[in-house]
């Protein structure tokens, strides 16, 4: 029995024996012999030696992952996104110091052998019997190439990478047999290339291109000798000649692929020699990898734009057949983010709400008639730091969002208003608006029951001064709650939901509103997206378009560019002019002289609507200019902060409403994303003013008090209590209650919206 040698490993012997093994099976696979199932010097187990002529002849070079560029609408980078850092370059653009040192060091006969080479596989054996262990190896550059395209084939999978590099006889076979395809079907030229852009050269660099810009910050063309030897030096082992963590251990590696070099006559001795007296000369670019680098505050938009991709049949049938495409990379992706108005968010939002705030807030903008998301950010920044959050708080939950929106408040009156209008209510429709009433019982709902209130809630206005009657333009201005709740129960909640579809609202969960009065009064979590791209429909004159966030893709695929197709907006009539002409009339008013006059525009036609909820937990201003929409949330994204007696970006609130913090925010962001834009005008209809001269006081909207979801200061949609709403001094009592059985229908998310749990 032979000797093994005290460190418990192979005799010289065995080391001998074991690399002559190799040799004689290269000779065999060399000569086309098909190997029997068990090896004769037992290198392998019975049955894991597949016959030489049995393995496909079917290799393809695989497809590179390589970085995917997000741009904006102007070609400004935003992001790259890669699940491996490469670029992939023709020969022509490597530095030939680089070409010469991986040959040098790696497979010095590299133009002299064919796939397999035994003299070098001879050299191995006698250096690793002398040395009494495997100090040298004998792949050639084509073998190590089709090892890598196993790899690069596996992805991320753990265990097909295992198998890929697993060290048994039968995988060396079929690595063999391909190396020799590869050489007839590639040439050393191509096959230098391919390995020199495939390679991994650690610090997550994948491929020549991607390490010289890591460790030397310029590209792989312009790499001198000593550059070059060092990135040559680490493929060996990128985690034992790593440069950034072991500058001894890598100048050390460089040092001796220079004195190959010199050994092979690539260079001469005394280039070797000065060559070897220098310094690393790193010049590192740290890992820039995912929306988490995003510029311009852009990480949101980023992440959403990954989202988009990863969901959209558009890019394959299946999500698995998206996330391939994804991971494969290469993509340059052009979105529909505007710089300008992208700065103008930030800008504002940085202005008006401090990132360590108890309270965040997020803005999206929108192009009416196009779709287009031409801007999205929130006050913190995203990541996974102290003050900073992964949630994109302007979209729904499953683009990446909070759980389920955000209650919306009075902003989803005009959608009440343009469904009266639409069903022939005029633009003077009045109503009896007292100051406290029951919700009006029954109304009809889409279905063949009707709601009916049960519990003889009631529902009152946010200040004692707001008794009815009320026109529509003065309880839109006003946002006088009982004055919707009455228009919901003259025309009946089908009319209302039917209008909603048409404007794509839904819960931020995706789900469909709820079939109750109380929806008048924005109680259920929506996203700011979802709101801005609504009131979009207003400014184009009823038509409602989808939101987009790309424009175009392109891909890099082995040397060939192609084009990607890309979702499209689908736009729609949602309203007939006329309706949207009277809502733009009715919000402009709010702007001129209702709730909404500290975020009004001077140089521009603009419109909109403020909206705050029970609580004072959230608060809104979306508006809009005939060509650009946009809605801004500010709150608390748990829900668990009431925004009285409150510091927010610098200064203090008694009480936040709609018009005094997130309508500032939306002044200042629009004016800056149309600075240099046309000014349009509206196609405004003379609503005239009723024929009486009445006092009523002037507050803020009342605005979905429910606290879990509910409706005004008392409703709920979950069976919870509330307590009665004090603003301006004045307290509206609602007594405690419980909703009976079937008192809310049509609703199955009770608890999804007032405090429902948003992230």
Same mark, same amino acid.
């Given at each position: 029995?032979?000797?093994?040698?005290?460190?418990?490993?192979?005799?010289?012997?065995?080391?001998?024996?074991?690399?002559?093994?190799?040799?004689?099976?290269?000779?065999?696979?060399?000569?086309?012999?098909?190997?029997?199932?068990?090896?004769?010097?037992?290198?392998?187990?019975?049955?894991?030696?597949?016959?030489?002529?049995?393995?496909?002849?079917?290799?393809?070079?695989?497809?590179?992952?390589?970085?995917?560029?997000?741009?904006?609408?102007?070609?400004?980078?935003?992001? #790259?996104?890669?699940?491996?850092?490469?670029?992939?370059?023709?020969?022509?653009?490597?530095?030939?110091?680089?070409?010469?040192?991986?040959?040098?060091?790696?497979?010095?006969?590299?133009?002299?052998?064919?796939?397999?080479?035994?003299?070098?596989?001879?050299?191995?054996?006698?250096?690793?019997?002398?040395?009494?262990?495997?100090?040298?190896?004998?792949?050639?550059?084509?073998?190590?190439?089709?090892?890598?395209?196993?790899?690069?084939?596996?992805?991320?999978?753990?265990?097909?990478?295992?198998?890929?590099?697993?060290?048994?006889?039968?995988?060396?076979?079929?690595?063999?047999?391909?190396?020799?395809?590869?050489?007839?079907?590639?040439?050393?030229?191509?096959?230098?290339?391919?390995?020199?852009?495939?390679?991994?050269?650690?610090?997550?660099?994948?491929?020549?291109?991607?390490?010289?810009?890591?460790?030397?910050?310029?590209?792989?063309?312009?790499?001198?000798?000593? @550059?070059?030897?060092?990135?040559?030096?680490?493929?060996?082992?990128?985690?034992?000649?790593?440069?950034?963590?072991?500058?001894?251990?890598?100048?050390?590696?460089?040092?001796?692929?220079?004195?190959?070099?010199?050994?092979?006559?690539?260079?001469?001795?005394?280039?070797?020699?000065?060559?070897?007296?220098?310094?690393?000369?790193?010049?590192?670019?740290?890992?820039?990898?995912?929306?988490?680098?995003?510029?311009?505050?852009?990480?949101?938009?980023?992440?959403?734009?990954?989202?988009?991709?990863?969901?959209?049949?558009?890019?394959?049938?299946?999500?698995?057949?998206?996330?391939?495409?994804?991971?494969?990379?290469?993509?340059?992706?052009?979105?529909?983010?505007?710089?300008?108005?992208?700065?103008?968010?930030?800008?504002?939002?940085?202005?008006?709400?401090?990132?360590?705030?108890?309270?965040?807030?997020?803005?999206?903008?929108?192009?009416?008639?196009?779709?287009?998301?031409?801007?999205?950010?929130?006050?913190?920044?995203?990541?996974?730091?102290?003050?900073? #959050?992964?949630?994109?708080?302007?979209?729904?939950?499953?683009?990446?969002?909070? /759980?389920?929106?955000?209650?919306?408040?009075?902003?989803?009156?005009?959608?009440?208003?343009?469904?009266?209008?639409?069903?022939?209510?005029?633009? #003077?429709?009045?109503?009896?608006?007292?100051?406290?009433?029951?919700?009006?019982?029954?109304?009809?709902?889409?279905?063949?029951?009707?709601?009916?209130?049960?519990?003889?809630?009631?529902?009152?206005?946010?200040? @004692?001064?707001?008794?009815?009657?009320?026109?529509?333009?003065?309880?839109?201005?006003?946002?006088?709650?009982?004055?919707?709740?009455?228009?919901?129960?003259?025309?009946?909640?089908?009319?209302?939901?039917?209008?909603?579809?048409?404007?794509?609202?839904?819960?931020?969960?995706?789900?469909?509103?709820?079939?109750?009065?109380?929806?008048?009064?924005?109680?259920?979590?929506?996203?700011?997206?979802?709101?801005?791209?609504?009131?979009?429909?207003?400014?184009?004159?009823?038509?409602?378009? #989808?939101?987009?966030?790309?424009?175009?893709?392109?891909?890099?695929?082995?040397?060939?560019?192609?084009?990607?197709?890309?979702?499209?907006?689908?736009?729609?009539?949602?309203?007939?002019?006329?309706?949207?002409?009277?809502?733009?009339?009715?919000?402009?008013?709010?702007?001129?002289?209702?709730?909404?006059?500290?975020?009004?525009?001077?140089?521009?036609?603009?419109?909109?609507?403020?909206?705050?909820?029970?609580?004072?937990?959230?608060?809104?201003?979306?508006?809009?200019?005939?060509?650009?929409?946009?809605?801004?949330?500010?709150?608390?994204?748990?829900?668990?902060?009431?925004?009285?007696?409150?510091?927010?970006?610098?200064?203090?609130?008694?009480?936040?409403?709609?018009?005094?913090?997130?309508?500032?925010?939306?002044?200042?962001?629009?004016?800056?994303?149309?600075?240099?834009?046309?000014?349009?005008?509206?196609?405004?209809?003379?609503?005239?003013?009723?024929?009486?001269?009445?006092?009523?006081?002037?507050?803020?909207?009342?605005?979905?008090?429910?606290?879990?979801?509910?409706?005004?200061?008392?409703?709920?949609?979950?069976?919870?209590?509330?307590?009665?709403?004090?603003?301006?001094?004045?307290?509206?009592?609602?007594?405690?209650?419980?909703?009976?059985?079937?008192?809310?229908?049509?609703?199955? /998310?009770?608890?999804?919206?007032?405090?429902?749990?948003?992230?």
């Amino acid at each position: 029995m032979p000797k093994k040698r005290s460190g418990g490993g192979l005799s010289t012997t065995q080391q001998a024996a074991k690399f002559l093994g190799v040799s004689v099976l290269a000779g065999a696979v060399m000569a086309g012999i098909a190997l029997p199932a068990a090896g004769a010097l037992g290198l392998a187990a019975k049955g894991s030696v597949q016959g030489f002529d049995d393995i496909p002849d079917n290799l393809k070079s695989p497809s590179l992952s390589q970085r995917t560029t997000i741009l904006d609408s102007k070609g400004g980078q935003i992001a #790259t996104v890669y699940s491996r850092d490469r670029t992939v370059l023709d020969l022509k653009n490597i530095s030939p110091y680089m070409q010469k040192a991986i040959v040098a060091i790696e497979d010095s006969r590299f133009y002299e052998h064919g796939a397999i080479d035994l003299k070098g596989i001879l050299r191995a054996v006698n250096q690793n019997a002398q040395n009494g262990g495997v100090a040298q190896g004998a792949s050639t550059l084509t073998q190590q190439l089709v090892k890598n395209y196993f790899v690069e084939e596996a992805g991320d999978d753990p265990t097909k990478v295992a198998q890929a590099t697993q060290q048994t006889i039968g995988r060396k076979i079929r690595e063999l047999k391909y190396a020799i395809q590869l050489e007839e079907k590639l040439g050393k030229k191509k096959i230098l290339e391919n390995y020199l852009n495939i390679t991994f050269f650690g610090e997550q660099a994948y491929g020549v291109e991607a390490a010289s810009q890591r460790y030397f910050s310029k590209p792989a063309k312009k790499l001198n000798l000593q @550059e070059s030897a060092l990135l040559a030096g680490i493929v060996q082992s990128p985690s034992r000649y790593d440069p950034v963590n072991d500058e001894e251990e890598a100048l050390k590696r460089r040092n001796t692929v220079l004195q190959r070099m010199a050994e092979v006559h690539d260079i001469s001795q005394e280039q070797a020699d000065a060559a070897k007296a220098t310094k690393l000369g790193l010049h590192v670019s740290r890992p820039k990898n995912g929306c988490i680098t995003a510029v311009k505050g852009a990480g949101f938009f980023c992440k959403y734009v990954e989202k988009v991709f990863l969901s959209d049949p558009v890019f394959g049938k299946t999500r698995e057949d998206r996330a391939k495409v994804w991971n494969q990379g290469g993509l340059t992706i052009r979105t529909t983010l505007d710089p300008q108005s992208q700065a103008s968010i930030q800008a504002s939002l940085k202005d008006h709400v401090y990132k360590s705030d108890k309270v965040a807030a997020a803005a999206t903008l929108v192009e009416p008639g196009t779709g287009k998301i031409l801007g999205m950010g929130q006050s913190k920044a995203f990541g996974t730091g102290t003050n900073e #959050t992964e949630y994109n708080y302007s979209v729904n939950y499953d683009m990446g969002g909070s /759980n389920f929106g955000f209650p919306t408040g009075s902003t989803f009156k005009p959608f009440v208003a343009a469904a009266a209008l639409e069903q022939g209510r005029p633009s #003077t429709q009045e109503y009896s608006s007292p100051n406290s009433m029951p919700y009006p019982s029954p109304v009809q709902t889409c279905g063949s029951k009707p709601w009916t209130n049960q519990g003889n809630e009631k529902v009152p206005n946010e200040s @004692e001064s707001e008794q009815g009657p009320y026109q529509l333009k003065e309880a839109m201005a006003k946002s006088v709650n009982t004055y919707f709740v009455q228009m919901i129960s003259d025309i009946g909640l089908c009319p209302v939901m039917n209008q909603i579809d048409k404007l794509g609202v839904v819960q931020g969960n995706g789900d469909k509103l709820p079939q109750v009065p109380s929806i008048a009064l924005g109680a259920k979590g929506i996203s700011p997206l979802t709101m801005a791209t609504a009131y979009a429909a207003f400014a184009s004159r009823g038509m409602y378009c #989808t939101p987009v966030a790309i424009e175009s893709i392109s891909q890099q695929i082995g040397g060939r560019e192609k084009s990607l197709d890309v979702p499209k907006s689908t736009c729609s009539r949602a309203m007939s002019e006329t309706t949207a002409d009277t809502v733009n009339s009715l919000l402009s008013g709010v702007i001129d002289s209702g709730t909404g006059q500290q975020a009004g525009l001077t140089d521009r036609a603009n419109a909109g609507k403020t909206g705050t909820t029970d609580e004072r937990k959230n608060a809104w201003f979306v508006g809009y200019t005939p060509n650009l929409s946009g809605a801004v949330w500010v709150g608390s994204a748990t829900q668990q902060v009431q925004m009285r007696n409150i510091k927010i970006g610098g200064v203090w609130h008694d009480k936040v409403y709609g018009g005094q913090v997130p309508g500032p925010i939306w002044r200042d962001l629009m004016t800056g994303a149309l600075t240099g834009k046309d000014a349009p005008s509206f196609n405004l209809i003379n609503i005239p003013d009723p024929d009486r001269n009445k006092d009523k006081g002037q507050d803020d909207d009342n605005r979905g008090r429910g606290r879990h979801g509910g409706n005004g200061n008392g409703n709920t949609t979950d069976g919870s209590t509330i307590s009665g709403q004090s603003d301006g001094g004045v307290v509206f009592p609602t007594p405690s209650f419980s909703f009976p059985d079937g008192f809310i229908q049509g609703n199955t /998310n009770s608890g999804n919206g007032g405090d429902g749990g948003q992230r």
